[in-house]
């Protein structure tokens, strides 16, 4: 039994402080907000494993600068002179390849599997609501070219081992039953499901703390304490906390963390949106991507949370309400029937997907230290990960063999 110190209270966190604590180890969360605004609350909710294709892939990077021309595109890159930026986009591009597309197919695959099982057996337990729904998933689409995309995407699952049913209008419709949707077609997707996002954070942060975790709000790491490979403690601006092991899953701000040690990790804050709308009178049942808007809508509760947009934005967490726009504008072309304005800024959240330039997360040891494991860089799969990536985690730490291969997680693959 060991010590452990977790910086970072977002999913990442949190799952791995509940596999850490059953394994019998002593943990404790610092985190630097208060749990009520993260990047793991405010999100679509949305578990994918029909996600299997990483963000860095063929074509990605022509149709970002297309999108980049419109103020109300969903895509953008906030131009800043940064050096992590231009080597962040450099590896990115270099990864936009089938070759790298293939190879991630079955390791995005295996990893969300693996996760969605673990969210199942939560879900079992009892232990904490988390609002589980196992739905499925809708991309939606209005013209031929995305159709013929969806459709390639959705061979590309099969094949793969995930079910992908395309259907046409009248089939999305059946999936419908409450509210009209105005589509040329969809993929429909049977493994997915969803969550609340907000219940997940407040009542596995509640069981946490029940089950003895130490748990550290507005308190931020500053630096650390190091003796030979090991980090031996955790300064704060407050305090100082010695520490066995230290897992840094601080999302967005991962790389301010690991430059204290020496490592400079490609990682980019992608920043993204969403609202809800109260009380939804005729309800979506299933959550669905809409797909030229690039926007998400997810029935949670009686409520429906939109989300979209990726502005690779560093740290900088301002609302940009043309964007939002953008979102809104979206949503009639495939749900004529919800009325939908646009918010006010203050009720708009926004939120960053810690984005690896490969698409694949950052999870196991960090070599050079005999004590430090990082858990982030899951862009836009983070919630769908969170239990796969808390279990490897505790497995690493434990020295136990890892539920799945994870070198193609190492931290330290581009250096
Ligand atoms: C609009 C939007 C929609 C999304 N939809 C989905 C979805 O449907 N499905 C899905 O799977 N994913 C989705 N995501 C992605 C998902 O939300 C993220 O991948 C995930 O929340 C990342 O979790 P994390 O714990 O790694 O990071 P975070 O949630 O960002 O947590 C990191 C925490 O570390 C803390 N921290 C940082 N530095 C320090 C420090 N020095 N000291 C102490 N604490 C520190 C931060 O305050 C933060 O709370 C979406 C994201 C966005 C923006």
Not at 80 to 87: C, K, N
Not at 90 to 118: A, G, N
């Amino acid at each position: 039994m060991n010590s452990v110190t977790i910086i970072g209270g977002g999913v990442s966190g949190l799952f791995s402080a509940y596999y850490l604590q059953k394994a019998g180890h002593q943990v404790t969360i610092i985190e630097q907000g208060n749990f009520s605004d993260g990047c793991s609350f405010g999100n679509a909710g949305m578990i994918v494993p029909s996600h299997i294709v990483p963000l860095a892939q063929p074509g990605m990077i022509s149709k970002g600068l297309q999108w980049m021309l419109k103020s109300t595109s969903p895509f953008y890159v906030k131009p800043r002179l940064s050096l992590d930026l231009m080597r962040w986009g450099m590896l990115f591009w270099k990864h936009s390849t089938e070759e790298h597309v293939q190879r991630s197919i079955p390791i995005l695959r295996d990893i969300s599997l693996l996760s969605k099982t673990l969210f199942q057996e939560l879900a079992a337990s009892g232990e904490v609501d988390f609002g589980w729904h196992e739905r499925g998933l809708l991309m939606l689409y209005k013209n031929a070219d995305t159709e013929h995309e969806m459709a390639e995407e959705a061979h590309l699952a099969n094949r793969a081992g995930v079910a992908a049913e395309i259907l046409n209008s009248q089939q999305v419709q059946a999936l419908e039953p409450h509210i009209r949707v105005d589509v040329r077609g969809g993929v429909y997707y049977p493994g997915d499901a969803h969550i609340t996002p907000n219940l997940l954070i407040k009542n596995l942060l509640a069981y946490l703390k029940k089950q003895g975790v130490n748990v550290l709000e507005n308190e931020e790491v500053i630096g650390f304490e190091r003796k030979g490979n090991k980090i031996t403690a955790v300064q704060t601006a407050n305090s100082k906390h010695e520490t066995e092991e230290l897992i840094i899953a601080a999302g967005a701000w991962s790389p301010i963390l690991t430059e204290k040690l020496g490592i400079s990790l490609p990682l980019q804050g992608g920043k993204g949106y969403s609202f809800m709308l109260k009380n939804v009178k005729n309800n979506i049942e299933v959550p669905a991507i809409m797909l030229e808007a690039r926007a998400t809508a997810t029935p949670m509760g009686g409520d429906l949370r939109f989300a979209g947009t990726l502005e690779v934005a560093g740290t900088d967490l301002t609302v940009n309400m043309n964007r939002v726009r953008g979102i809104v504008q979206g949503i009639n072309n495939y749900y004529p029937e919800i009325e939908v304005a646009l918010p006010e800024k203050e009720k708009v959240w926004s939120g960053l997907r810690p984005c690896s330039p490969d698409g694949l997360p950052y999870i196991g040891r960090v070599k050079g230290f005999d004590n430090v494991t990082l858990a982030t860089g899951h862009g836009m799969m983070g919630v769908s990960l969170g239990p796969a990536t808390g279990k490897l985690v505790s497995e690493v730490v434990t020295g136990k063999i890892p539920a799945m291969n994870i070198n193609a997680f190492n931290p330290l693959r581009f250096t």
